[in-house]
C-alpha cells in the first residue's frame, strides 16, 4: 500500500493550489480517506476527510467554503482543491487512509483523530506568502 501525495508550492495569498494523492495497493470505492495538515510548532488538523461507504464528508472550519476534496476511482487519486489561500494555510499536507473502512466510520471522527489511519502518504509543503 502506498499514497503518494503532489501538488504543494509556494503561492500568494488569495490563490489556489490542488493536491492530489495517488493511492496504489487498494481501492478507493471503500476506503476512507482523509486530508491533514501540520504547521510549523502546531499539532496536527484533519482537514477534509471522507467515508466512500457512506457519511457527510468532512471540512475544518478553517477551511470549509475555500478547499473541495474530490476523488477519481479510475486514476486512483484523491484530490484536495485550495482556493482562496491565506497566510494560515501554511503547513505541510498529508493524505491518509483507512482502506475497507467501516461504514460506521463518521467522516468527522477522522479528522478529529478518533480512528487511527493505517497508512500515511509523505507530506507536501504549502507556502502561502506575498
Known amino acids: 500500500v502506498q499514497l503518494q501525495a503532489s501538488g504543494g508550492g509556494l503561492v500568494q495569498p488569495g490563490g489556489s493550489l490542488r493536491l492530489s494523492c495517488v493511492v496504489s495497493g487498494f481501492t478507493l470505492d471503500d476506503s476512507a480517506i482523509g486530508w491533514f495538515r501540520q504547521a510549523s510548532g502546531k499539532e496536527r488538523e484533519g482537514v477534509s476527510c471522507?467515508?466512500?461507504?457512506?457519511?457527510?464528508?468532512y471540512y475544518a472550519d478553517s477551511v470549509k467554503g475555500r478547499f473541495t476534496i474530490s476523488r477519481d476511482s479510475s486514476k486512483n487519486t484523491v484530490y484536495l482543491q485550495m482556493d482562496g489561500l491565506k497566510p494560515e494555510d501554511t503547513a505541510v499536507y498529508h493524505c491518509a487512509a483507512i482502506p475497507e473502512a467501516d461504514i460506521l466510520v463518521r467522516p468527522f471522527e477522522l479528522c478529529y483523530g478518533y480512528y487511527k489511519m493505517d497508512y500515511w502518504g509523505q507530506g507536501t509543503q504549502v507556502t502561502v506568502s506575498s
Open positions: 471522507f467515508n466512500s461507504r457512506g457519511g457527510i464528508t
